[in-house]
């Protein structure tokens, strides 16, 4: 059975999958800088590049979006134009936009400027899509857009309902839209942890916990809509530590490592370059039986399983390769090549393996549409051990949070001071000082930051106060 685990933090919110016990999937939110895919706003083209055919367009962010020219030919600089973002920013590049706006729903995904509806692959049954398409036609013959896999086995009045919701979105949207100039926010979608409830509370999943009453409070709202009895899976566990309560942040920690040990004993190296993701297959402490082949074939099978999880954890996009170990017979390579595949067929992001060089290298390409967990978690550093990293601003945050929660839970004292290295010391006296406060008042306690010279970078020491 399935658990959701969402935490709540002043500056981040997280929401952890986990698959009996195991971890499958995270999804990381910096409320500083939340996400912004499926945002629709006004923007106003600035500028055209024909090169590279794309039109440079004002949202109201620090950077401009960018929408490719193909199906926007009429666009010209100056227009006011309606624009969802189809990617986040990602490092330098700002925001890639779409003129095709969409809004999905549990069960449909409405798409105004379609022609058509379309079915969702993963329905294989022809029975039920013939039937899904009639209710849908017969609610409303003008409908465009896709029926998503979650609609299996609904009801008329389920598909009503979501149709309703859809177009009244879209038609304010509209309206707002026309109603002003200049760049501004018209819809802004649900969050990481709304959007996964939404899309995909079901009979499998046991329990939703969170640590938040007004997180808990929206998803209450969100599951009594799709199916009242599911408010019996919301668990609210209010100011805990969640995540040490049900062995998520342990997991993670193993995640942000360059090395993955398998069970087998054998073990895979992770590293990240600018252009591509490179994991590295090692048979390790795995000996195995007498036959080498075997065992080198049992190693690949259970980093193919363990790859395509990482993958989907960390949020690896772009080009991947692997370098499994070499296998002589082709049955084995086959059978490697084909589990992967299945694996990753289990990730909702689209993914493609392009097969195995000359060299005996599978590559593997996968949509990127936002920054990996690491950027996160991990600053990028010189003298980090072979980690990959020191600790991010971000983390040490969340950490600070933690520490004043268990304090708050734990004990009576109402003041502590919190002790840092001197360089980040400053970096929080200078940006990060409002975070801090809310901390305090949140846990109703009052936090100092001091600076100390005898602690490392990453480390703090909280001195108690009565």
């Known amino acids: 059975m399935k658990r959701v685990v969402i935490e709540s933090l002043v500056a981040s919110q997280k929401t952890a999958v ?3 016990g195991k971890l499958v999937e995270l999804l990381v939110e910096d409320k500083c800088s ?3 895919v499926s945002d629709i706003y006004r923007g106003v083209v600035k500028k055209s590049l024909k090169g590279i055919e794309a039109f440079f367009v004002d949202i109201g962010s620090e950077k401009l979006g960018y929408l490719p020219m193909k199906n ?3 666009i ?3 227009n006011d134009v309606l624009e969802q973002i189809n990617k986040e920013a990602v490092g330098t590049k700002g925001a890639k936009l779409t003129t095709e706006i969409s809004f999905a729903g549990r069960y449909l995904v409405y798409i105004p ?5 379309t079915i969702s692959n993963k329905i294989s049954s022809e029975k039920e899509r013939f039937r899904l398409k009639k209710i849908v036609q017969r609610i409303d013959d003008n409908f465009k857009g896709i029926i998503r896999t979650e609609a299996v086995g609904c009801t008329e009045e389920d598909l009503l309902r979501d149709i309703e919701e859809l177009k009244d979105k879209y038609n ?3 309206k707002e839209f026309k109603l002003g100039l200049g760049p501004k926010l018209l819809y802004k979608d649900l969050d990481f942890a709304s959007k996964y409830v939404k899309d995909n509370v079901n009979d499998d999943i046991e329990k939703i916990i969170v640590n938040d009453i007004d997180k808990y409070n929206e998803l209450n709202n969100i599951v009594k809509n799709i199916n009242s009895s599911y408010t019996s899976k919301l668990v609210l566990e209010e100011n805990k530590d969640i995540f040490d309560l049900y062995r998520v942040q342990s997991q993670i920690d193993k995640c942000l490592n360059k090395k993955v040990w398998l069970k087998s004993g054998g073990y895979l190296i992770i590293e990240k370059t600018e252009a591509l993701t490179v994991i590295d297959v090692n048979t390790g402490k795995f000996v195995g039986n007498s036959k080498v082949d075997e065992t080198i074939y049992k190693t690949n099978l259970e980093a193919a399983t363990e790859i395509a999880r990482q993958i989907k954890i960390r949020d690896i996009g772009g080009i991947i390769i692997i370098d499994f170990i070499d296998m002589h017979k082709n049955e084995y390579k086959k059978e490697v090549i084909n589990t992967l595949e299945i694996e990753l067929k289990k990730d909702k992001r689209k993914s493609e393996v392009l097969g195995m060089t000359k060299l005996g290298l599978v590559e593997v390409a996968r949509r990127r549409e936002k920054d990996s967990i690491d950027k996160y978690y991990i600053n990028d550093c010189n003298v980090c051990c072979g980690n990959g990293g020191t600790i991010s601003v971000n983390h040490m945050i969340d950490n600070i949070e933690k520490e004043v ?3 708050s839970e734990h004990t009576a004292y109402k003041s502590v001071i919190i002790e840092l290295n001197p360089d980040i010391f400053k970096n929080f006296d200078e940006k990060y000082i409002n975070i ?5 008042e949140k846990y109703k306690l009052e936090v100092a930051l001091k600076e100390n010279s005898k602690i490392v970078l990453e480390k703090m020491n909280i001195i108690f106060n009565s």
């Open 18 to 20: 986990l698959d009996d």
């Open 34 to 36: 939340a996400k912004s």
């Open 72 to 74: 926007n030919e009429n």
């Open 76 to 78: 010209k600089c100056g």
């Open 113 to 117: 400027s379609n022609d058509r509806i």
């Open 172 to 174: 304010e949207v509209e």
């Open 405 to 407: 929660m268990r304090i």
């Open 436 to 440: 801090i406060k809310l901390i305090g």
